[in-house]
């Protein structure tokens, strides 16, 4: 009987490590980041001519590190470009207001992204702020294109 107490105590803590362990991965597919509980975070918005395959959710990144997330993606009816609005971390502070923001893609296959490369203004985005240089995605075909003519060329 004894035996049977502590096999059913074990079977429950493995059950609750798996429950844990399935709540933890959720947490991370979801793109919620742990260490930006508690502070606030800040939306930053810009203007491109096109976002290619931009959704929302995709990465926001300064240097290669992931700073955001996109958070809305829309068309404006009188300019006919895209407007999107980015999610900042509350830690990443002071990006200057003079910053240019890309699209880029994580590889040949890879999703969009936007990275922001910083200015040097004194003065910093805040909450609502605006990014006003801003280049689109470059496509793929005219990626080939260069890189043929290039070799052509020489």
């Known amino acids: 009987m004894n035996n049977n107490k502590w096999l059913e105590t074990w079977v429950g803590l493995f059950v609750l490590l798996g429950i844990a362990g399935l709540f ?79 699209i880029r893609s994580a590889g040949i296959l890879g999703d969009n992204y936007v990275m922001i490369s910083p200015g040097y203004s004194e003065t910093f985005l805040t909450n609502g702020g605006k990014i006003t240089t801003t280049y689109p995605p470059v496509g793929l075909d005219s990626l080939i294109s260069n890189f043929v003519g290039g070799k052509v060329k020489k």
């Open 24 to 102: 933890v991965l959720v947490l991370q597919m979801s793109g919620i980041q742990f260490s930006s509980f508690g502070q606030k975070n800040y939306d930053v918005n810009a203007t491109f001519s096109t976002v290619g395959d931009l959704k929302k959710g995709a990465s926001v990144r300064i240097a290669g590190v992931l700073v955001g997330k996109v958070e809305r993606v829309q068309l404006d009816a009188v300019t006919y470009q895209a407007n999107v609005t980015f999610k900042i971390n509350g830690n990443v502070k002071n990006i200057p207001d003079d910053s240019s923001a890309s």
